[in-house]
């Protein structure tokens, strides 16, 4: 039988704090740059041309731990020999980040026109003159990873459209050819077979440890936020501490409300109004959405029912979504089941159920109509399933999880045991206490697991399936 919601009164449990894991090492980025030399060998191609700047950062971060500050990157990896990371003048000093760099591993080149406008331009080489010592010349085949990939049915000649910028393309397409430059973004990226699309016992651990920096954050704004408040002063709440964000905090209300994407703006909470926020750090991002309220009563009169008859269906069908995160499960079966747990007409969910989640907030998604990509052990899920109605206004649990199948778990407990003492506490408290039934791979990584509180104003009132 289907399970059904209830509101129920409860403390929010404290699973206790994360510790910054330790850094990623030297032998993890070199295995990374093996795994993607292997990708290239597979596909033929002798360069990847990997392009960053502050908002597409996540893959060259992950290759070279260097993510760029103010300015574009392009790293350069061949089949033999030094990569070559290639900066503008203030990423220079910021080089050492990368433990590459510190090993003699990574070379380094300046390119000025990287640099922002009106800086000196008067000590570095031409792009093409660079790409031409590394080897790119007429018989190059060279595979650009930006942060998007294109199907035929998206783009005419789906394998040669790249959206690095024009000028880089340009100049590799002068040297080779066009048809022997081609977009390789899916090495990286595709859900399937995606170098990042599956995570490391050390990759969970750091994404685990800002999760609960996010929830944490969440958990002090939702219990400290009050009627007559600004939404400034809620968001200072969360005590951000510094660890990047991978997209801009949101705080929709008010007159703000119906901007998707609102950030904080001076808006005054008032009571009877619908409000949702998120915090996402590198790896995590934790959001809710409710009703600034204390019971239905607050409510706008159609609203009223807003548990019954949206926000209490909305949990009984993610319940059923977390019983599906198992290896094997295709995108395709979770996608109907949303479909038809929670029809476009009355909950107007546009985007996929489900995402992966990396450095960056949406790296791609098996979850969509069609899909035959399978849940995978490695994976980390964002629980991203977005509800929109005129009259209820939407409803969140918005977390990540991982997916680990029990080798897995096993090194991860033996590598990162605290992480995994708490990820087995959320499960545990998921099962026992919201009645969430949940399979042995799938690990929550955020502190408030499950937790949907309809009514902001009065927190501890929590739906829960039975």
């Known amino acids: 039988m289907p399970k059904k919601h209830r509101l129920i009164e409860i403390e929010w449990p404290h699973f206790g704090e994360a510790t910054p894991p330790p850094p990623f090492t030297l032998a993890d980025f070199s295995a990374r740059m093996e795994a993607a030399q292997a990708r290239m060998a597979e596909a033929g191609l002798t360069h990847l041309v990997i392009y960053g700047d502050r908002e597409h950062f996540a893959n060259l971060a992950y290759l070279t731990g260097f993510d760029p500050r103010f300015e574009e990157a392009l790293l350069i990896l061949r089949q033999q020999g030094t990569p070559l990371l290639i900066v503008g003048n203030e990423c220079e000093g910021y080089l050492p980040v990368s433990p590459l760099y510190v090993a003699g591993k990574l070379r380094s080149e300046r390119f000025q026109p990287f640099s922002l406008l009106n800086q000196p331009r008067n000590s570095s ?196 979504w977390f019983g599906l995160m198992r290896v094997g499960v295709s995108g395709d079966e979770i996608a109907r089941l949303i479909e038809t747990r929670l029809p476009f007409e009355r909950f107007g969910i546009t985007l996929n159920p489900g995402h992966l989640i990396h450095l960056d907030e949406w790296l791609s998604s098996p979850i969509y109509a069609g899909s035959t990509d399978p849940i995978q052990s490695g994976m980390v899920i964002q629980v991203d399933v977005i509800p929109f109605s005129p009259r209820y206004s939407s409803t969140r649990m918005e977390d990540g999880i991982a997916i680990a199948d029990a080798a897995l778990r096993q090194t991860l407990a033996a590598a990162y045991p605290d992480c995994y003492a708490r990820c087995q506490q959320r499960r545990q408290f998921m099962q026992n206490v919201l009645g969430i039934d949940l399979p042995a791979e799938v690990l929550p990584l955020s502190n408030i697991p499950g937790i949907v509180p309809p009514y902001l104003l009065a927190p501890n009132q929590v739906i829960a399936v039975a």
Not at 202 to 228: P, W
């Open 125 to 320: 080489r031409l792009m093409r003159d660079i790409f031409a010592g590394e080897g790119i010349d007429a018989g190059a085949k060279v595979g650009c990873v930006g942060w998007k990939y294109f199907a035929d049915s998206e783009q005419p000649d789906g394998a040669h459209a790249i959206e690095l910028p024009a000028y880089l393309v340009d100049t590799l397409r002068d040297l080779c050819g066009r048809v022997n430059v081609t977009n390789a973004t899916a090495i990286l990226m595709h859900p399937r077979t995606g170098l990042r699309a599956r995570c490391t016992p050390a990759e969970i651990a750091y994404f685990e440890y800002t999760s609960v920096l996010a929830a944490d954050g969440l958990k002090r704004m939702i219990f400290g936020l009050r009627e007559g408040m600004r939404d400034f002063e809620v968001v200072q709440l969360a005590q951000i501490n510094g660890v990047p964000l991978n997209c801009h905090i949101t705080f929709a209300t008010g007159d703000a409300w119906a901007v998707g994407l609102a950030g904080p703006s001076g808006q005054i909470l008032r009571r009877g109004s619908p409000l949702s926020t998120n915090i996402a750090y590198w790896g995590s991002n934790s959001c809710r959405a409710g009703w600034v309220a204390a019971s239905a009563q607050d409510l706008p009169v159609p609203a009223q029912d807003y548990v019954e008859n949206f926000a209490g269906i909305y949990l009984e069908a993610l319940a059923d």
